[in-house]
């Protein structure tokens, strides 16, 4: 059964293969024809092109004709001609695929032709790149064919103000980042004036190295926070008591996983506990009676934080402290650094605290995106890599991108050596340090390849102790990255480099270094200190060898106290580990199990890091649709010209219905304090005093006291607009009242929404399905939220003080202070007095007028 589905799928890419091939040959019977024109006939073409395309004409149609003049120009203006297998790359990317690639087979020069043909309909192509030197780089070398051609090229960094940014997104081509592309349309829903928007409708996306940005970058969703009020002395006081725990730290580099006496870890989850020592421990150390009581319940967060910070996060693998005694964390996919980016929920100030750092203020969601549903938003997506098969499914599946392995230019030579295993740490770098130096006296270029900044520190220490001349290519130096790569491949050369640092450039071969004449010392030597956890990350750092045709060497050293191993080696792999040591520390094993082993492990990991990334998903699917009614809405306030006031009337209408029908529930219709009561509301929220009175009320059915208050309602809305006598400024205000409301509104929802992911996993324990009770609650809170919103617009509509010169309304906000505990001590109202809460109901409306249930809001902080 496996062999039939494994042929199917080999039959499959044979026949695209050959589909490919046709229409790449279709495109080189064009080649006479463009190479006899003039470089102005050449450049004609794309007005022709773009004419063509506004006439109603399919951009398939025209792929042959505008993939040779693309062609023709890059080796005019580029002095680069694309090959056969480069042309059948550029359809699948034109198609919205991905072609697998190999490294060093000119995957830049492939996109310039579906780029310039999707350019042609003028609605934008997107360019999207790992990092910003990148995006740079390529913007600056292919900017050149794309200007000579006609078209117009943007680069979008993070340091370009937004009337920059809108230049750069006006273009026909946009060179940028996933991240500033995501930020970019999570800003944009967040302006208040359209022509402070910077993106355009989204088009297409090609993505380069696309497995990095779809696949690895996917577990983190993009967010945007605001500040929220915090305290930094409890940080302290939780890291001054975690660091008082007995028990051993964990380190990569030593193996130290031992369980402490305070505290365990659990390896393979990687999460961390107090034991019954520890808990006893931290009773005394805060003077209390039971940790895990109700009114601890914030202190056991910081506590487990403090825990985290110390025994779990490890400084120069998974963060590092810049010069600026700031905390950065480090991309375990990439070893660079995240600028701008934090830990979540607390711990990275607990990390903060541990390294003795200043401590910045905890921050609230405001907007978030998760990178796959960002780019799903695109009318066609595709991208390319060097390595994308492992994770086929999962383009298939959240993407609906197929992979299409595309041939080799020339044969590949590459050497590539089975692994090789010792029993420890120490034995791994020693038969590594011999390796290089046995490789360096015969003048051969090496690319060490490491997992963990740490790593490639351990080597570079050993390497100065050799006097052999090396760089270091880690996420503290990544701005030299191309200067490095540059001379990487010079004779002699020792570059050692973290994961996927100078990933994108190519190491070209400098003279002599494929001469020698033994083949093991030919070309550039790939050396892996340790297996990554992704397959697809091996094969990258393989792939920086034996480039074009090249000759090249790759050889992986690994121990069985790697962290791979640790995490999740077999029993069998710990029996092999007692007959090495017995035959000596130097021992190495090549062997077909532990071979086997290490890809079985690979691939659990891979299945782990799929499942989060898929959930991540699943969630961020939940609020989708909330996210795009909201925007949808948003749009449409903030582009409309015409009179809002249809809109607003349903608002009130359905504000006012709400209230009448709240009341009459908790009461009866003849009660004369539920009328009372009713009154009161209607008195604070929309009307004057005595405008609705008893007796108006009096004798009056539910619908006849709507119907009531509407009218009167629309009598004050009307006298209110009278204040603004030009048509302009009533939309102005109408507009900003809408905008600020919705946008409080669903900052709060979407961080209420992120809190209560935290806590609705713990609902598996009781057998019910976390996804479908987020779903549940949080349709729930969507309703409550548009109930609060509508509310809110009313009151600020009918109550705002406008005078003839008005245009915004000041709004107070609910102003709350928290103590070092993070327990509510006070809130203020509007006009800055204290509300009483303790004698508010669960489900009576709260009184700071949000329109909220009391539980669904202070009473949330109020109850602890």
């Given at each position: 059964m496996a062999n039939n589905?494994?042929?199917?799928?080999?039959?499959?890419?044979?026949?695209?293969?050959?589909?490919?091939?046709?229409?790449?040959?279709?495109?080189?019977?064009?080649?006479?024809?463009?190479?006899?024109?003039?470089?102005?006939?050449?450049?004609?073409?794309?007005?022709?092109?773009?004419?063509?395309?506004?006439?109603?004409?399919?951009?398939?149609?025209?792929?042959?004709?505008?993939?040779?003049?693309?062609?023709?120009?890059?080796?005019?203006?580029?002095?680069?001609?694309?090959?056969?297998?480069?042309?059948?790359?550029?359809?699948?990317?034109?198609?919205?695929?991905?072609?697998?690639?190999?490294?060093?087979?000119?995957?830049?020069?492939?996109?310039?032709?579906?780029?310039?043909?999707?350019?042609?309909?003028?609605?934008?192509?997107?360019?999207?790149?790992?990092?910003?030197?990148?995006?740079?780089?390529?913007?600056?070398e292919m900017g050149e064919l794309y200007n000579w051609l006609g078209l117009t090229v943007g680069l979008n960094l993070n340091s370009k103000s937004p009337e920059e940014k809108r230049e750069a997104y006006n273009c026909d081509i946009t060179y940028s980042t996933s991240a500033e592309l995501g930020f970019d349309y999570l800003r944009d829903n967040m302006v208040t004036r359209f022509e402070d928007m910077t993106q355009r409708p989204l088009n297409y996306a090609l993505v380069d190295e696309v497995d990095s940005i779809l696949v690895d970058e996917a577990r983190t969703p993009l967010i945007i926070s605001g500040q929220a009020e915090s305290s930094s002395a409890l940080y302290y006081r939780a890291d001054q008591f975690t660091k008082n725990l007995k028990g051993q730290n964990l380190n990569i580099a030593t193996s130290d996983y031992e369980e402490g006496d305070d505290y365990k870890i659990d390896l393979q989850s990687k999460t961390i506990s107090l034991t019954e020592e520890g808990i006893d421990k931290a009773e005394k150390f805060f003077a209390i009676d039971n940790l895990y009581d109700m009114e601890n319940v914030a202190l056991t967060h910081f506590?487990?934080?403090?825990?985290?910070?110390?025994?779990?996060?490890?400084?120069?693998?998974?963060y590092m402290v810049d010069e600026n005694q700031e905390v950065l964390i480090i991309?375990?996919?990439?070893?660079?650094?995240?600028?701008?980016?934090?830990?979540?929920?607390?711990?990275?100030?607990?990390?903060?605290?541990?390294?003795?750092?200043?401590?910045?203020?905890?921050?609230?969601?405001?907007?978030?995106?998760?990178?796959?549903?960002?780019?799903?938003?695109?009318?066609?997506?595709?991208?390319?890599?060097?390595?994308?098969?492992?994770?086929?499914?999962?383009?298939?599946?959240?993407?609906?991108?197929?992979?299409?392995?595309?041939?080799?230019?020339?044969?590949?030579?590459?050497?590539?050596?089975?692994?090789?295993?010792?029993?420890?740490?120490?034995?791994?770098?020693?038969?590594?340090?011999?390796?290089?130096?046995?490789?360096?006296?015969?003048?051969?270029?090496?690319?060490?390849?490491?997992?963990?900044?740490?790593?490639?520190?351990?080597?570079?220490?050993?390497?100065?102790?050799?006097?052999?001349?090396?760089?270091?290519?880690?996420?503290?130096?990544?701005?030299?990255?191309?200067?490095?790569?540059?001379?990487?491949?010079?004779?002699?050369?020792?570059?050692?480099?973290?994961?996927?640092?100078?990933?994108?450039?190519?190491?070209?071969?400098?003279?002599?270094?494929?001469?020698?004449?033994?083949?093991?010392?030919?070309?550039?030597?790939?050396?892996?200190?340790?297996?990554?956890?992704?397959?697809?990350?091996?094969?990258?750092?393989?792939?920086?060898?034996?480039?074009?045709?090249?000759?090249?060497?790759?050889?992986?050293?690994?121990?069985?106290?790697?962290?791979?191993?640790?995490?999740?080696?077999?029993?069998?792999?710990?029996?092999?580990?007692?007959?090495?040591?017995?035959?000596?520390?130097?021992?190495?094993?090549?062997?077909?199990?532990?071979?086997?082993?290490?890809?079985?492990?690979?691939?659990?990991?891979?299945?782990?890091?799929?499942?989060?990334?898929?959930?991540?998903?699943?969630?961020?699917?939940?609020?989708?649709?909330?996210?795009?009614?909201?925007?949808?809405?948003?749009?449409?306030?903030?582009?409309?010209?015409?009179?809002?006031?249809?809109?607003?009337?349903?608002?009130?209408?359905?504000?006012?219905?709400r209230q009448v029908d709240g009341h009459l529930i908790a009461g009866d219709i003849k009660d004369e304090q539920t009328l009372m009561n009713l009154e009161k509301t209607v008195e604070n929220t929309m009307l004057s005093e005595g405008e609705v009175n008893l007796e108006l009320l009096k004798g009056k059915t539910a619908q006849e006291m709507k119907d009531l208050i509407f009218d009167k309602v629309k009598t004050r809305y009307a006298s209110q607009m009278e204040k603004l006598s030009e048509a302009d400024r009533q939309l102005e205000f109408q507009r900003a009242v809408v905008l600020r409301v919705v946008d409080n509104n669903w900052s709060e929802h979407i961080d209420a929404l992120d809190q209560m992911r935290q806590s609705v996993g713990l609902r598996g324990y009781a057998q019910n399905n976390p996804i479908v009770e987020y779903q549940e609650e949080s349709y729930k809170m969507f309703n409550d939220m548009i109930g609060a919103i509508e509310f809110e617009v009313t009151r600020l509509m009918m109550k705002a003080q406008i005078q003839p010169q008005t245009v915004v309304p000041e709004q107070k906000a609910t102003h709350i202070t928290t103590t070092s505990q993070g327990n509510l001590t006070e809130v203020r109202n509007a006009d800055g007095q204290v509300i009483d809460f303790s004698n508010v109901g669960r489900n009576d409306p709260c009184p700071c007028g949000s329109g909220k249930k009391f539980k669904n809001c202070h009473g949330r902080v109020h109850n602890g």
């Amino acid at each position: 059964m496996a062999n039939n589905i494994i042929r199917r799928v080999v039959e499959n890419d044979k026949k695209e293969l050959r589909k490919l091939n046709r229409m790449a040959l279709k495109v080189e019977t064009f080649a006479d024809e463009m190479e006899h024109l003039t470089d102005e006939q050449l450049k004609a073409k794309t007005p022709e092109l773009r004419e063509r395309v506004a006439k109603g004409e399919d951009l398939d149609d025209l792929l042959y004709e505008a993939f040779a003049v693309c062609r023709e120009a890059a080796k005019r203006v580029l002095g680069l001609f694309p090959f056969h297998v480069q042309i059948m790359g550029g359809i699948v990317l034109h198609n919205g695929d991905v072609p697998e690639m190999r490294t060093g087979e000119g995957k830049t020069l492939t996109a310039t032709m579906p780029v310039y043909l999707n350019a042609l309909s003028g609605k934008g192509v997107h360019v999207v790149t790992v990092n910003e030197y990148l995006a740079t780089r390529d913007m600056t070398e292919m900017g050149e064919l794309y200007n000579w051609l006609g078209l117009t090229v943007g680069l979008n960094l993070n340091s370009k103000s937004p009337e920059e940014k809108r230049e750069a997104y006006n273009c026909d081509i946009t060179y940028s980042t996933s991240a500033e592309l995501g930020f970019d349309y999570l800003r944009d829903n967040m302006v208040t004036r359209f022509e402070d928007m910077t993106q355009r409708p989204l088009n297409y996306a090609l993505v380069d190295e696309v497995d990095s940005i779809l696949v690895d970058e996917a577990r983190t969703p993009l967010i945007i926070s605001g500040q929220a009020e915090s305290s930094s002395a409890l940080y302290y006081r939780a890291d001054q008591f975690t660091k008082n725990l007995k028990g051993q730290n964990l380190n990569i580099a030593t193996s130290d996983y031992e369980e402490g006496d305070d505290y365990k870890i659990d390896l393979q989850s990687k999460t961390i506990s107090l034991t019954e020592e520890g808990i006893d421990k931290a009773e005394k150390f805060f003077a209390i009676d039971n940790l895990y009581d109700m009114e601890n319940v914030a202190l056991t967060h910081f506590v487990d934080n403090a825990l985290r910070a110390n025994f779990i996060m490890l400084h120069d693998i998974d963060y590092m402290v810049d010069e600026n005694q700031e905390v950065l964390i480090i991309d375990q996919f990439t070893g660079r650094t995240m600028p701008g980016r934090r830990y979540s929920d607390g711990l990275h100030q607990a990390i903060e605290a541990k390294e003795s750092v200043p401590i910045q203020d905890e921050s609230k969601t405001m907007a978030s995106i998760t990178i796959q549903n960002y780019f799903r938003m695109y009318k066609k997506l595709s991208g390319m890599t060097g390595t994308a098969k492992t994770e086929e499914e999962e383009f298939r599946e959240i993407y609906n991108i197929q992979i299409t392995p595309i041939p080799t230019n020339k044969p590949i030579l590459r050497l590539d050596h089975p692994d090789l295993l010792y029993p420890t740490l120490e034995s791994k770098f020693n038969a590594v340090l011999e390796d290089i130096k046995r490789r360096h006296a015969e003048g051969q270029p090496l690319l060490i390849g490491t997992v963990a900044v740490e790593t490639s520190e351990l080597i570079s220490n050993k390497l100065v102790e050799a006097k052999i001349p090396h760089e270091v290519l880690n996420a503290k130096n990544h701005f030299r990255e191309a200067q490095i790569i540059m001379n990487a491949g010079q004779q002699g050369a020792v570059t050692i480099a973290t994961n996927m640092a100078g990933r994108g450039t190519d190491i070209k071969l400098g003279p002599g270094v494929i001469d020698h004449a033994d083949p093991e010392f030919r070309g550039l030597a790939v050396i892996g200190t340790e297996r990554h956890e992704s397959r697809r990350i091996d094969n990258q750092l393989r792939g920086r060898a034996g480039r074009q045709g090249d000759p090249g060497v790759s050889q992986f050293y690994l121990s069985l106290e790697d962290e791979l191993m640790k995490r999740f080696g077999s029993e069998r792999v710990s029996v092999f580990l007692d007959r090495m040591r017995i035959s000596g520390e130097d021992a190495v094993i090549k062997s077909g199990l532990i071979t086997r082993q290490i890809e079985s492990s690979q691939k659990r990991v891979e299945g782990n890091n799929y499942d989060s990334r898929k959930q991540v998903l699943q969630y961020d699917d939940v609020i989708r649709e909330q996210r795009e009614v909201i925007y949808a809405q948003r749009y449409q306030v903030i582009t409309t010209q015409e009179d809002m006031t249809p809109i607003l009337m349903g608002m009130f209408k359905r504000t006012i219905e709400r209230q009448v029908d709240g009341h009459l529930i908790a009461g009866d219709i003849k009660d004369e304090q539920t009328l009372m009561n009713l009154e009161k509301t209607v008195e604070n929220t929309m009307l004057s005093e005595g405008e609705v009175n008893l007796e108006l009320l009096k004798g009056k059915t539910a619908q006849e006291m709507k119907d009531l208050i509407f009218d009167k309602v629309k009598t004050r809305y009307a006298s209110q607009m009278e204040k603004l006598s030009e048509a302009d400024r009533q939309l102005e205000f109408q507009r900003a009242v809408v905008l600020r409301v919705v946008d409080n509104n669903w900052s709060e929802h979407i961080d209420a929404l992120d809190q209560m992911r935290q806590s609705v996993g713990l609902r598996g324990y009781a057998q019910n399905n976390p996804i479908v009770e987020y779903q549940e609650e949080s349709y729930k809170m969507f309703n409550d939220m548009i109930g609060a919103i509508e509310f809110e617009v009313t009151r600020l509509m009918m109550k705002a003080q406008i005078q003839p010169q008005t245009v915004v309304p000041e709004q107070k906000a609910t102003h709350i202070t928290t103590t070092s505990q993070g327990n509510l001590t006070e809130v203020r109202n509007a006009d800055g007095q204290v509300i009483d809460f303790s004698n508010v109901g669960r489900n009576d409306p709260c009184p700071c007028g949000s329109g909220k249930k009391f539980k669904n809001c202070h009473g949330r902080v109020h109850n602890g």
